[in-house]
């Protein structure tokens, strides 16, 4: 047998090209497309190319694909993305809450009655904007991305082809209606700009553009793959499609057409795989089902393990990955901050700023930054921040960029009352916002109504003072007129005359308490006139009794406040804790149908204590249910007043319930008590709540009027009283809507149906 003949030549050529494709591999290019939470199934992707050793030499991503491949790309294992994306931080990112230890209360205007605010700048022509530019608020998300990508940034020279993985995103311009490949830069505003879904979030200038959603006009970038780098293979990962046709009575999907052009989800090279998983319908910001959309793509991957191994038989071990990661992130520079540059302000503005973030440290870490940052925020006089760090290698240290969009100077606001019972109100509102040295608002409000109607006006000043504080001064006219409401007195004996006037000055100075809570030191003068009878029959020519109270009451209040709601609350603390010294002139006139002897004036100076402590707390108990507990305390030595009704008329009243803060209920006032109770808040849809509440009214000493119209306390702990409601409320975007059955025991019709839209909501009064 003749063997063939011996070639060095074939020899070598083959031993080149074994050697070859050991040491130059075909690289491998990854193709993330968009899909909003759909897209986190990129995640499962990247696990089951990683575990089974296929390398990923390159990534291109469109808004969710981008901000998973920028993760990737940034060091981020597909284990600690899928840790990020679980956890509430992430949860808060996509709805725009703000995390409640990030909340300042000393930072917020009194609760009022309003629906909706009108901002525009009061020397400006441009007319108020009437639509939000975004429905989630971006403030949460935009500090995340400086606080997760800043340092690969900085690390990868602010070049994306020095990160960990060559990476790249797709924004979209639309005022050239082309996209935009980021290829360097502040890798976080890339990512931001590439995932910002029109109307959802709000967008970015990245060089002078304003960008939106890659996705708009290129939502699976294979051809910036492969005009940036060519790669030997294209893997694509799909979790996105085509809108369908817009229906003529959605106008979701009318804009969707508009907004998003078609995409073309073929891979134009031979050598690639495009993987595809099965993934249920989801909502762009509706991340319920990831865990079962990551698993999804995990298993589709394996699937197509075979088919990509013919494609990449060169394999990388995990250990390689995971080394390769290491050193990246172990040449991260460290987090240290050494100034901070305000973009868009003037001098002083700058400096009140500076005080509140700097605290005149000379470096700080990003993490002691994070509470000043969100105290600038939650100032009204700020509207947002985007935020980014610039690296200086030759320092070793960052600069923090600030670009502030102040608020605008001007706010009008509409609201009120909407009530099935006569006590209907309107309110309109106005706010003047100056910001310099310090932080100035001016504050001004009506309310208009049968039943309530209010003047106010206020200005309030704060100063970034190492220990923050604010001095307000305002003055306040209130009527109550439970007349109108006559319909609905229970007793008898009630005097359905019934007129209230509170006329107060106030000056205060407020401290913060923690990020939830506030001291307020205040001093109050005021002058009160209630004019009633002493019957409920009486005719056209009496004289109705007057009671007048010329008083002055310093005061000290302790308040804890993380509720999620100004009404029909569902989580969240409220503590009040209040220390009040009250002292003046009682002057009674009476009218036809008093005791009293007629034309004389009676006076009589009075000065007593109160201390009054207010806890509600709620408790999630499961997934749609929540537990709220109540607790009241009310301790004071007032003295009685010249009659029986004016004593009532000083003392505190229990108005836990909405209803009750509309109809003057004898048996609930008390000069000492004690009040408990239990709410139990169904979730029953998104924004509809079941409410059932119930509360045990405790007076010490109950008030009991004599035959004389004097009054007289009855035995301790001898009554009490039982009320509650049941309230079904659709929590709107702009006010609640509510339909309440009330119960109050006692009462010849205890049982009152009401409907409401909007919020039984009034001005702070002097006392109680």
Not at 33 to 45: D, F, L, N, P, R
Not at 561 to 583: P, T, W, Y
Request: with cysteine; hydrophobic share 40%.
């Amino acid at each position: 047998m003749k063997l063939p003949a011996y070639r060095p030549g074939l020899v070598i050529l083959l031993f080149l090209l074994l050697y070859s494709a050991a040491c130059f591999p075909q690289k491998v290019g990854l193709v993330l497309s968009g899909g909003g939470a759909k897209g986190i199934a990129h995640i499962g992707v990247i696990k089951a190319l990683e575990e089974q050793g296929i390398p990923i030499d390159y990534i291109t991503g469109t808004s969710m694909g981008a901000i998973i491949g920028g993760l990737y790309a940034s060091g981020y294992s597909p284990d600690e993305m899928l840790a990020l994306f679980s956890s509430g931080e992430f949860q808060d990112w996509v709805s725009g809450n703000i995390n409640s230890q990030y909340i300042f209360h000393f930072k917020k205007q009194e609760e009022d009655a309003s629906w909706l605010n009108f901002s525009f700048n009061f020397d400006s022509l441009v007319l108020p904007s009437l639509i939000p530019a975004n429905l989630i608020s971006p403030h949460q998300m935009d500090y995340a991305f400086m606080e997760i990508f800043s340092g690969a940034a900085a690390r990868a020279a602010y070049h994306f082809d020095s990160l960990m993985i060559p990476f790249r995103c797709v924004a979209s311009d639309v005022a050239v209606n082309l996209p935009v490949v980021l290829r360097d830069g502040d890798l976080g505003s890339a990512i931001r700009a590439s995932m910002t879904f029109p109307f959802y979030f709000k967008p970015i200038r990245i060089n002078g553009k304003l960008l939106f959603d890659g996705g708009m006009y290129n939502n699976f970038p294979v051809d910036v793959m492969l005009a940036d780098f060519n790669p030997d293979v294209i893997i694509g990962s799909k979790a996105a499609s085509n809108y369908p046709p817009p229906e003529e009575n959605n106008i979701l999907s009318q804009l969707q057409s508009m907004l998003m052009t078609k995409t073309d989800y073929q891979i134009p090279i031979e050598k690639s795989v495009l993987i595809i998983p099965d993934l249920p319908p989801t909502g762009i910001t509706d991340f319920s089902m990831s865990a079962g959309i990551i698993d999804s793509a995990y298993v589709s991957t394996l699937r197509a393990i075979d088919e990509i191994r013919k494609l990449v038989p060169v394999a990388r071990s995990i250990e390689t990955v995971k080394e390769r990661r290491r050193s990246f992130k172990e040449k991260i520079p460290a987090m240290l901050i050494d100034s901070v540059r305000l973009m868009n302000l003037n001098r002083k503005q700058s400096r009140y700023l500076q005080k509140i973030l700097i605290r005149d440290k000379t470096h700080f870490k990003l993490s002691d930054l994070k509470p000043q940052y969100f105290k600038v925020l939650s100032d009204d006089k700020i509207e947002a921040i985007y935020p980014t760090l610039t690296y200086e290698p030759a320092r070793g240290i960052y600069r923090l960029n600030l670009n502030v969009e102040k608020e605008k100077n001007t706010l009008l606001t509409i609201g009120g009352n909407i009530s099935s019972r006569p006590v209907n109100t309107a309110f309109f509102g106005a706010r003047y916002k100056y910001l310099g040295n310090q932080a100035i608002t001016f504050t001004a409000n009506t309310y208009i109504g049968r039943f309530y109607s209010a003047a106010y006006a206020g200005v309030r000043m704060d100063f970034p003072s190492r220990l923050p504080c604010y001095l307000e001064a305002d003055v306040s006219f209130n009527q109550w007129d439970y007349f109108r409401t006559r319909t609905y007195f229970f007793e008898d004996k009630t005097p359905s005359y019934l007129i209230k006037n509170d006329n107060h000055a106030e000056a205060k100075l407020g401290l913060p308490l923690g990020n939830k809570g506030k001291v307020l030191f205040s001093y109050c003068t005021a002058h009160l006139r209630n004019d009633y009878y002493q019957t409920n029959t009486f005719a056209r020519e009496d004289t109705a009794d007057r009671s007048f109270f010329d008083l002055g009451t310093p005061a000290i209040l302790f308040e804890l406040n993380s509720l999620d709601r100004k009404a029909f609350a569902s989580s969240g603390l409220k503590m009040e804790i209040e220390f009040r010294f009250v002292a003046g002139t009682e002057r009674y006139e009476p009218g036809s149908t008093s005791l009293a002897l007629k034309g004389i004036i009676y006076k009589r100076y009075h000065q007593w204590y109160q201390y009054r402590m207010t806890y509600l707390n709620y408790y999630r108990q499961m997934k749609r249910l929540s537990l709220g507990v109540f607790a009241e305390m009310v301790l004071s030595n007032q003295p009685f007043f010249r009659n029986h009704t004016a004593t009532l008329l000083a003392s505190s009243s229990f108005e836990q319930l909405p209803d009750s803060r509309t109809l003057f209920i004898p048996s609930l006032r008390a000069i000492s008590y004690g009040a408990f109770g239990l709410q139990q808040v169904v979730h029953l849809m998104s924004r509809i709540d079941l409410r059932l509440e119930a509360y045990v009214f405790q007076p010490y000493r109950p008030l009991i009027e004599q035959d004389n119209q004097q009054t007289r306390f009855g035995d301790p702990f001898s009554r009490r009283y039982m009320l509650g409601a049941a309230t079904l409320v659709w929590n709107g975007p702009f006010a609640p809507v509510s339909l309440t059955l009330n119960y109050f025991e006692s009462y010849d019709q205890p049982l009152l149906l009401t409907f409401n839209i909007g919020y039984t909501l009034f001005n702070r009064r002097a006392l109680n």
